[in-house]
């Protein structure tokens, strides 16, 4: 009888909500290090989008805590906001509910020289709405049956898809949404929504299952990237994105800074300005 691998295993424990085995962890100067060089291919590749006039749509989907926050910052940090596009839609209104489902995206698409960041989608249809009963198995399956032909649209009118989805154990989901309890500085990640969510994973699975048998197509396959460890999903999500779109060095001329002008009878004001209490 075949015996299953150590990765066929953890695959397989993965996909069932078990934690697997830890690995090492990446030290903080070693990610920083390889951050650094990933930034500087970033804007490489903002400066050939600009060029070539592109357009990039990228979309991180995964549960809550599974660290699409933390990565959409890695990417963007470095890089010019005019270029790199994040968009984090609230709860839509009493108007766009009554609209096409798709309607109220589709205006947030890249245009060209852009890359359109979406933090969570159209997609919230397939999970978030199915599963809390904002909307019903009737709207949600016929989403997914709609969403490749959309995707196809999208695809043909020449905007490059990218689709992540981040998959966090059940073990680092707990730790990680338990952090946010006790820190102000993250209390506002913990709606109650989360709360909820929380309880239902398995409700969440059986919904990520019908998504990707539904909407990993050809022409716009699901990404997966394993994110118990923040720093290495990161660095790895940002090393798949920067493979997907084929790029190069713009040539710019070398800058040099110009001779400032001398100040002739320019005198400093004699002005009560309201300076701010430097306590630091």
Avoid at 34 to 59: A, F, M, P, T, Y
Avoid at 128 to 143: I, L, N, Q
Avoid at 204 to 223: G, I, K, Q, V
Wanted: aromatic share 10%.
């Amino acid at each position: 009888m075949k015996t299953k691998t150590k990765k066929s295993k953890n695959e397989e424990d993965e996909k069932k909500g078990k934690s697997v085995p830890e690995t090492e962890k990446m030290k903080a100067k070693e990610y920083e290090k390889e951050l650094s060089r990933l930034h500087v291919e970033l804007v490489k590749l903002q400066d050939w989008v600009k060029d070539k006039g592109l357009k990039i749509c990228i979309i991180f989907e995964g549960r809550d805590g599974a660290g699409k926050g933390g990565t959409i910052k890695a990417i963007t940090e470095r890089v010019s906001p005019r270029v790199f596009r994040i968009v984090a839609l609230t709860a839509p209104t009493e108007r766009e509910k009554s609209q096409m489902y798709i309607q109220r995206y589709l205006p947030y698409l890249p245009a060209a020289g852009e890359i359109v960041i979406f933090d969570r989608s159209w997609y919230n249809r397939a999970g978030v709405e199915r599963v809390m009963g904002f909307c019903t198995e009737e709207a949600s399956k016929k989403f997914l049956k709609v969403v490749p032909l959309v995707e196809k649209a999208i695809v043909d009118s020449g905007i490059i898809l990218i689709k992540y989805w981040m998959e966090v154990s059940q073990k680092e989901q707990t730790i990680r949404l338990k952090s946010r309890i006790g820190d102000g500085r993250k209390t506002w990640k913990l709606s109650p929504m989360d709360l909820k969510s929380y309880s239902r994973w398995y409700d969440y699975s059986r919904a990520r299952d019908e998504m990707f048998l539904a909407t990993d197509t050809n022409h716009a396959p699901w990404f997966v990237a394993h994110s118990d460890d923040k720093k290495k999903v990161r660095l790895n999500i940002i090393t798949h994105l920067l493979s997907m779109v084929p790029y190069k060095s713009i040539h710019h001329a070398k800058v040099k800074l110009p001779k400032r002008q001398e100040p002739g009878n320019y005198v400093d004001p004699d002005y009560p300005y309201k300076y701010i209490r430097e306590l630091y």
